[in-house]
């Protein structure tokens, strides 16, 4: 598998701008295949890591991070509930580095994800967990990075440099690397995770992005929406949309959004929803319902013959096992982000206001 | 203390519109010190939950709620993790309801909330919950409701009857219940609640709403956010302008802000802050300084004093520790809501596709 040229026209267009982003989009099927294999080596990270977590046998599992890293975690969180049995949160790091708490965190698996490694609220609540007890690890794309040194596991995610700020590669990375460390621990195949590189190089080259950045390039509200593992897809989109157009772009839990938010769409708001095969994808189909009941213009996110009514849709593979398809289901969802901002003139490399690394205690 | 009249033009001009709402934020005084009396009895169930939570003394704490209620069990996770050390966590309800997944929850105090207690999802995974070990709390409106029978224990959060589609009362009885329990459970004074009814009196009847509703009368984007026990109420103040006028608003932590969102933000999307005294109000600060460097038309619902900078402010009274100001925080932000679906000439006692009590799976 070899990066992707750009395909599609807009990407084309551009002169220059997105640059940085289509290139780190376009790399994702090459960050798969190095992770896939090293996860095969048997003393390699993966395993080491996957050994220590084992005999720690922790009780529950405590994630931490921001931005996109905490998409990565949100999806960890459903991979330990379902697949580990254990429960599992997502920290406030303001507990314990604005009001200082001091938990105490024994028998606490305490993950820490982060692309830079560099976030001081990060680094420091790591440090507060370990002394509190817990057994910490960092997954990071840097592991000289002082989040990595903090904590007594690293898992490094090998998507190489990430130069464009809104993180693409990183993501996928993170969402393979904490897939691989749950199967590994739980003894389960990772014969899985196989198929990604040749299903993301397909899922890069579709051409169905233009069509449905042309149609939403004078939206400026949009909702997203998934449920179970498809859920942390939203967030992620949502957030790649704030980022480079500067869209008001909403993810909600197909459930939440049921609680309320629904008395918003109507049919100038569009809703993107992702839907997988399995659980998740069923139970999202009285909420597609009640959408279409609602006259909202709905983009499904979808294997063909998923959401049938759907407005537009932006094509997935189908065959992809639940727990592993939001790897590939971002996919056209960065491209799309990263086509809108192109479409208004904007450099989706350069989002106004925003650095790579967000330092913030 | 009794319920306070309308205080200010748009609430009288509105011809039965907001009718139910307004008369539901008004209770708020009485609904407080009816809490607060029922606390101050030693042989009350708040008492008898809160030995028979002390007793069980779990290692950690799971909360589980939709919509208005989310926020309230948010809430509930800065307070267990700040005053009780313990880890807490918000659990996906998808990840037993659709994944059937079968943790191992002994150890676990289990709190669901709800205001009515009926939504099928929380009945089930609160079931679940109970059978996979954790010991089970309700905190209901309705104590003959589904989830109060389903699980081993119960606290009324009292609000009596709510009928407004948009939760207003029932929310700050929530996190009013939410809080006695937890200074219950550790030991601690129940005496700075009583100072909550005549602050809620307060905050129903001071008149800066009007002006705030005017300035944003053709707002469509807007954005709030808190940090740390103020973050619940940026999260349900959104929830409240989506539901009662279709408003694209978005909450963030102040932190997660940084961290991507913060590109959206510019002259033309205002953005509420929520500003407590105290460490998280503290931690305010650098986010106010990076909007008022990009320009940004900022709302500081704050003591006076605090974010003087503001364009425009809801006053919030001084003194309040910081754990228990969310409790009126959000009434300045109610009001909002519903003053400005009302200057839309909308009625927000019944948002479009809503009924009071959604039935998720």
């Not at 982060?114 to 680094?123: A, E, M």
């Not at 997954?139 to 993180?167: F, I, K, R, W």
């Not at 009514?309 to 790897?327: C, I, Q």
């Not at 982000?337 to 904007?346: D, I, N, S, V």
């Amino acid at each position: 598998v070899s990066p992707t040229a750009p395909s599609s026209s807009s990407e084309s267009r551009a002169g220059g701008r997105g640059r940085l982003v289509l290139a780190e989009i376009a790399e994702q099927p090459v960050v798969a295949e190095r992770l896939v294999t090293a996860a095969g080596s048997s003393d390699g990270e993966l395993q080491r890591v996957a050994r220590a977590v084992r005999e720690a046998a922790p009780r529950m599992v405590l994630l931490t991070a921001r931005g996109t890293s905490d998409h990565a975690a949100l999806y960890a969180k459903y991979l330990v509930e379902v697949q580990l049995g254990l429960p599992a949160g997502l920290t406030s790091t303001s507990t314990l580095t604005v009001y200082g708490a001091r938990p105490d965190l024994r028998g606490v698996l305490w993950v820490s994800v982060s692309q830079s490694g560099g976030s001081p609220d990060l680094v420091e609540s790591t440090a507060a967990a370990r002394r509190a007890g817990a057994l910490t690890l960092a997954v990071t794309n840097n592991a000289a990075s002082p989040l990595a040194q903090a904590a007594e596991l690293h898992l490094d995610v090998l998507a190489g440099p990430e130069l464009a700020v809104a993180a693409t590669k990183s993501y996928t990375a993170q969402l393979l690397t904490l897939w691989l460390l749950v199967q590994a621990w739980r003894g389960a195949s990772l014969q899985p995770a196989a198929a990604l590189p040749e299903l993301l190089a397909t899922a890069v080259a579709t051409d169905d992005v233009d069509a449905v950045a042309a149609r939403y390039r004078f939206v400026d509200r949009l909702v997203l929406t998934g449920r179970g593992f498809s859920y942390p897809t939203a967030r992620e989109a949502a957030l790649k949309l704030m980022e480079t157009s500067y869209l008001s772009a909403m993810a909600f839990s197909a459930a939440d959004l049921m609680h309320g938010p629904l008395a918003m769409v109507d049919a100038d708001r569009p809703v993107v929803v992702v839907v997988p095969e399995g659980p998740g994808g069923q139970a999202l189909v009285p909420v597609l319902d009640a959408l279409r009941d609602r006259g909202a213009d709905v983009c499904a996110v979808a294997p063909g013959g998923l959401a049938p009514h759907a407005t537009v849709r932006l094509a997935l593979p189908s065959g992809m096992p639940e727990d592993l398809a939001p790897v590939v289901q971002i996919v056209p969802l960065q491209r799309l982000a990263a086509h809108m901002a192109l479409a208004r003139g904007l450099d989706p490399d350069s989002p106004r206001g925003l650095r790579k690394v967000t330092e913030t205690r």
